[in-house]
Antibody
């Protein structure tokens, strides 16, 4: 059974830092691209970041570029999101999700964690 | 950045009725589009990939079509568990892989 478990969320002051973790099991983590998606309270989904299986290729939404860093430890089957210089608008539930490639060559998010809430407030 | 516009924002229907949801892209995404369902208090789940393919375990009452810029998700006969929020997302070419704002399907 595929499992994704996020941790590391909490209340943080503006300008502060947090590191989110996503512990995974039930699939070959080292072969899977992984993503972070966030959802502000009562709002829609926002794609945040993607990392390919080897960890060398990463992508970010413009609003977090230079502040957030996605990384992975394939030996621990764990995905990370280092968040620096946090702003009130970063307040959201952060989901990690597993990418699956289909025959078309495109990938989609076939498994999601339950999310961890990050609240940026003074 | 590709913008996805979903309509309507809210759809009020009764169980047993047919639901039609729309997602329009600001530029062609070919068939690289997914639909996700999010029930209250839960994480999203993948419904449809590559514009028209049901993900594993998705009931046959869910169907989808489209390519280029116009996409449709249809639920043929609504079950109580189908009342949720539906999001489309493109996975075309380069990131950011934006989502639409969602359509809330509510019980009439």
């Amino acid at each position: 059974e595929v499992q994704l478990l996020e941790s590391g969320g909490g209340l943080i002051q503006p300008g502060g830092s947090l590191r989110l973790s996503c512990a995974t099991s039930g699939f070959t983590f080292s072969a899977s691209a992984m993503s972070w998606v966030r959802q502000a309270p009562g709002k829609g989904l926002e794609w945040v970041s993607l990392i390919y299986s080897g960890g060398s290729s990463t992508y970010y939404v413009d609003s977090v570029k230079g502040r957030f860093t996605i990384s992975r430890d394939n030996s621990k089957n764990t995905l990370y999101l280092q968040m620096n210089s946090l702003r009130a608008e970063d307040t959201a539930v952060y989901y990690c999700a597993k990418d699956r490639y289909y025959a078309s060559g495109s990938s989609y998010l076939d498994y999601w964690g339950q999310g961890t809430l990050v609240t940026v407030s003074s | 950045e590709i913008v996805l516009t979903q309509s309507p924002a809210t759809l009020s229907l009764s169980p047993g009725e047919r639901a039609t949801l729309s997602c329009r892209a600001s530029q062609s995404v070919s068939s690289s589009l997914a639909w996700y369902q999010q029930r209250p208090g839960q994480a999203p789940s993948l419904l449809i990939y590559d514009a028209s393919n049901r993900a594993t375990g998705v009931p046959a009452r869910f169907s989808a079509s489209g390519s280029g810029t116009d996409f449709t998700l249809t639920i043929s006969s609504l079950e109580p568990e189908d009342f949720a929020v539906y999001f489309c997302q493109h996975r075309s070419s380069w990131p950011p892989y934006t989502f639409g704002r969602g359509t809330k399907l509510e019980i009439k």
